[in-house]
């Protein structure tokens, strides 16, 4: 029987009290699991940065975003969280970092160079920042782990939710138990890609080339979606949700990189309920 979507409706209950257009992620997965997606309101950036920008990587140049804005937006994202994200030095690659003891606070000092996290630990936040790429939600059917992975075009075709599901298998939590939730990212209509990207997938499956569309003249449009199906399907992971979004097209909602260059990042976020005794309820 196909599982049926969960939608956390006491945590969309309190974004619409606070007039805030943030996402819950609606899917599969146990009460104890809780999700976030930020979206680009609710900040106090300017700008193309406006408002809710929580990427410090853009106040790294001149005509880039205030740090105190930014400081003030991850303060204002903390208040729905159980604790601040452990967030990650994101490198478009296939490193997970697994969020368990001492390394918890050794991320908070220094984010590692990773492009997604797991954890069985309640109460740890993992998160990823996206304007474009694919943020990727994962979570054992039971509540026992949960993970997150930022996956571009790059870390997709190089295997990041397949290293990501290989380190909550580690946890002890297989392919089969988990369920996956695909956030918010370019759309097919919008995302042109070059022969190069067509490669990347099709050389290990062929079957990849129903998600690119030919466009121009040695031009494709990719479905960064449809891609991500695949990958869980051949990867045991059968209970997928969401997908239903374009960053580019929606500028009113959404960072899109593609569409300024210069603009903000949005964050989304999975964490295991801390007032939860475990398991699913």
């Known amino acids: 029987m196909k599982p049926t979507p969960r939608h956390d409706t006491a945590q969309g209950a309190r974004l619409a009290d606070a007039r805030l257009d943030w996402i819950v992620a609606d899917w599969p997965a146990p009460p104890t699991v809780r999700t976030l997606v930020t979206t680009r309101s609710g900040g106090v950036s300017r700008g193309p940065y406006a408002t809710m920008n929580l990427g410090f990587a853009t106040a790294n140049r001149v005509t880039g975003d205030d740090v105190a804005c930014l400081a003030e937006n991850r303060r204002r994202l903390d208040r729905h969280l159980p604790s601040s994200p452990v967030w990650l ?61 930022h996956a571009g075009w790059r870390g997709l075709a190089g295997g990041v939710l397949e290293a990501t599901i290989d380190a909550l298998a580690a946890l002890g939590v297989g392919s089969g138990d988990l369920a996956a939730w695909l956030g918010p990212a370019i759309g097919p209509a919008a995302f042109e890609v070059g022969a190069d990207v067509v490669e990347a997938f099709c050389a290990a499956d062929a079957g990849a080339a129903a998600c690119f569309v030919p466009h121009a003249d040695g031009k494709w449009r990719a479905d960064l979606y449809g891609l991500a199906r695949r990958r869980l399907a051949a990867a045991g992971v059968g209970a997928v949700a969401g997908g239903g979004f374009c960053t580019h097209a929606d500028a009113a909602r959404f960072y899109s990189f593609r569409r300024e260059r210069e603009t903000g990042r949005m964050a989304a976020l999975v964490w295991l309920d801390p007032a939860a005794a475990g398991g699913c309820v």
């Open 89 to 149: 030095d994101q490198v478009h690659g296939t490193a997970v970092a697994t969020l368990a003891g001492a390394a918890v606070a050794a991320a908070r000092a220094a984010p590692p160079a990773a492009d997604a996290a797991v954890t069985r630990e309640r109460g740890v936040v993992c998160a990823v920042l996206t304007a474009d790429c694919l943020p990727v939600l994962l979570a054992d059917r039971a509540g026992r782990a949960v993970g997150i992975a």
